[in-house]
């Protein structure tokens, strides 16, 4: 007999398996809950269209609908017929297909190495955002949602284990600014799950990591050198790593992966004067920083995204609302180059990449709050419009899985 919220059984005493679903709920409640916050999110451009029979370019049901509306083939989804032949479905019409499908889709996280999460932020009127949202990096197009932020917050910075699928938010401000760290498994779509705390308060700070020899390491925040790191597998409160060659906020990381090498750029002091600064650590061995080289320009409020083990780091963006992107060689001190331009002026943006595969995207920024750019790390050159945020927000942070 099925028994009620009232009673001993509810949803949440209901077991649910995960191992196929891509979901990180583990009972019936939560995974109610993951799912309604998915198709929150589900529109009809999130639908394949086949057009091998039809003569339209469209490739998914949203274009399909404009461009019959166009030609005068029709203005809604409604008037629009459906031939569910070939399919489970009952609809008989394109709006009631959408919303059938919407009745039983589950969002399947992008796999292995392919993986982004932009996490936290705040939107033009100062409200903090604890909302998560994952994309598929190689595929061109708009993120989807992930979950929540175990607390809402911005001006957080990212760490991630690489290919073993964890990804640590850490610091940030809330109204007042928090230690907290919560973690995710990029792959596995839910809300985060509480980590520990860093050693010191701080928001507006930066991260690097080196992939899957499992460490994180966060550098800087308001009025701090401080660093410190933790290990990525391991729910724990940060160590003590070292001091950055300068106090500073607002600045960004790049790191080569496995090849343990972590730099820190940009930023602004206490004094708010726009820094060039890079300094550069070895992940794996705690110490204080060495000065690396300069940016092409002093900035702060920039993001950063690199190519793994292929050494190449790519800083873009920046205050005062800069479209400069600037590249280094990673294993290799010295000074930035120019790499090209964002689609246009950004700042507060964050960062993720596919690694090796040498995609990188910034998404977000406190100019235009949605936009999401790409760029060939390994290829100088202009960035592109990838797609769309699903929340437009400023002072976000990223991990991925590459």
């Given at each position: ?305 690199s190519n793994g083990t ?56 406190g100019k235009l709050l ?33």
């Open positions: 007999m099925i028994k009620f919220y009232d009673e001993i059984e509810n949803a949440k005493k209901i077991l649910y398996d995960n191992s196929t679903s891509g979901l990180s709920a583990t009972n019936v409640q939560s995974a109610i809950d993951v799912l309604k916050s998915l198709l929150d999110s589900l529109s009809a451009l999130d639908i394949a269209y086949d057009n091998t029979s039809s003569g339209l370019t469209a490739t998914n049901v949203q274009d399909a609908i404009d461009e019959l509306a166009s030609s005068g083939g029709g203005g809604t989804a409604e008037s629009i017929s459906y031939d569910n032949s070939k399919t489970i479905l009952k609809a008989t019409n394109v709006k009631d297909a959408i919303d059938e499908i919407c009745s039983y889709i589950v969002l399947i996280p992008p796999p292995a190495g392919d993986g982004g999460v932009f996490g936290g932020g705040k939107d033009c009127h100062g409200t903090r955002f604890s909302v998560m949202e994952y994309i598929q990096i190689s595929q061109i197009g708009y993120s989807r949602i992930f979950g929540d932020l175990y607390v809402a917050r911005d001006k957080l910075a990212g760490v991630d284990n690489g290919t073993n699928n964890r990804g640590v938010f850490g610091g940030g401000e809330r109204g007042y600014t928090v230690a907290t760290m919560d973690y995710i498994n990029v792959v596995m779509l839910g809300n985060a799950s509480y980590f520990g705390v860093l050693t010191v308060v701080r928001s507006y700070l930066a991260g690097v990591n080196n992939g899957t020899n499992d460490r994180g390491v966060f550098g800087g925040g308001w009025d701090n050198n401080v660093m410190d790191y933790i290990t990525i597998s391991t729910p724990s409160n940060a160590s003590d790593f070292g001091d950055l060659t300068v106090a500073r906020n607002e600045l960004a990381g790049v790191s080569n992966g496995e090849n343990n090498r972590g730099v820190f750029g940009g930023g602004k002091d206490n004094n708010y004067n726009k820094l060039n600064i890079m300094d550069y650590i070895s992940i794996n061995s705690p110490g204080n920083a060495s000065d690396f080289g300069d940016l092409t320009v002093a900035r702060s409020c920039l993001a950063g995204v292929k050494n190449r780091g790519v800083f873009g963006g920046g205050y005062y609302i800069y479209d400069v992107m600037d590249y280094i060689s990673i294993n290799s001190p010295g000074n930035a180059s120019d790499f090209g331009d964002l689609t246009v002026k950004k700042y507060d943006l964050a960062g993720v990449s596919n690694g090796i595969n040498n995609r990188g995207l910034f998404g977000g920024s949605k936009d999401i750019d790409y760029i060939k790390i390994n290829c100088n050159t202009n960035a592109r419009s990838f797609g769309e945020l699903v929340v437009g927000r400023s002072c976000l942070a990223g991990v991925d899985n590459s």
